[in-house]
């Protein structure tokens, strides 16, 4: 079974910045599409960032200039950067990808179970 864990969360001061990592592991044959997501109780899960297997990039305004996502296809991994931090970053943060394992012949959806990003003095 393919799976997606999310590292690098925790609690980060206002003003700070942090590296979010996803490492997706199994019988994978190929990664598509990478993305983080956040959702706060209450809400709707919102795309923070995506990448595609060329590295283009898309971002949410909220996190625009100040957020980088990236990825390293030979390691299946995705990052994701937010500078200058607000409590309004504060999230479960998830990672997303569209996969072709060795029983499938078009790409499947794949979550992370999220990582917590609390950002507070």
């Known amino acids: 079974q393919v799976q997606l864990v999310e590292s690098g969360g925790g609690l980060v001061q206002p003003g700070g910045s942090l590296i979010l990592s996803c490492v997706a592991t199994?019988?994978?044959?190929?990664?598509?599409?990478m993305g983080w997501y956040r959702q706060t109780p209450g809400k709707e899960r919102e795309l923070v960032g995506k990448v595609t297997v060329e590295g283009h990039t898309g971002y949410a305004a909220s996190v625009m200039g100040r957020s980088t996502i990236s990825r390293d296809n030979a390691k299946n991994t995705l990052y994701l950067q937010i500078n200058s931090l607000t409590p309004e970053d504060t999230a479960v943060y998830y990672c997303?990808?569209?996969?072709?394992?060795?029983?499938?012949?078009?790409?499947?959806?794949?979550w992370g179970r999220g990582t917590q990003v609390t950002v507070s003095s």
């Open positions: 997303y990808a569209d996969i072709d394992d060795m029983t499938t012949s078009r790409p499947d959806s794949y």
């Open positions: 199994g019988r994978i044959r190929r990664v598509y599409g």
